[in-house]
Nanobody
Framework: QVQLVESGGGLVQPGGSLRLSCVAS????????MGWYRQAPGKQRELVAS??????NYADSVKGRFTISRDNAKNTVYLQMNSLKPEDTAVYYC???????????WGQGTQVTVSS
């Protein structure tokens, strides 16, 4: 079966960095567009960053601070998060999608807390 397993979340001080990883299994990873979403308490889930064959895209709130990358040989997508702010606190979810076929998979999420 398909599994997306996130790791790398935790508690970090403002201005700090974290690197999230998401390892996929059960899919042909290179066929999928990969994305990171986040959901803060009381808010809707929002797209943070995505990476496709055409490149990468970022939410305005994280541009210049976050970088998404992928290693198809390791079936892994990463999110490097620098200059973290308290408003980045959320559960971060990995997503694998083939929109042309309406196929969509989600990980279980990893908590990121930015606080002093």
């Amino acid at each position: 079966q398909v599994q997306l397993v996130e790791s790398g979340g935790g508690l970090v001080q403002p201005g700090g960095s974290l690197r999230l990883s998401c390892v996929a299994s059960g899919i042909i990873f290179s066929w999928y567009d990969m994305g990171w979403y986040r959901q803060a308490p009381g808010k809707q889930r929002e797209l943070v960053a995505s990476i496709t064959s055409g490149g990468s895209n970022y939410a305005d709130s994280v541009k210049g601070r976050f970088t998404i990358s992928r290693d198809n040989a390791k079936n892994t997508v990463y999110l490097q998060m620098n200059s973290l702010k308290p408003e980045d606190t959320a559960v971060y979810y990995c997503n694998a999608a083939r929109n042309k076929y309406s196929i969509d998979y989600w990980g279980q999420g990893t908590q990121v807390t930015v606080s002093s």
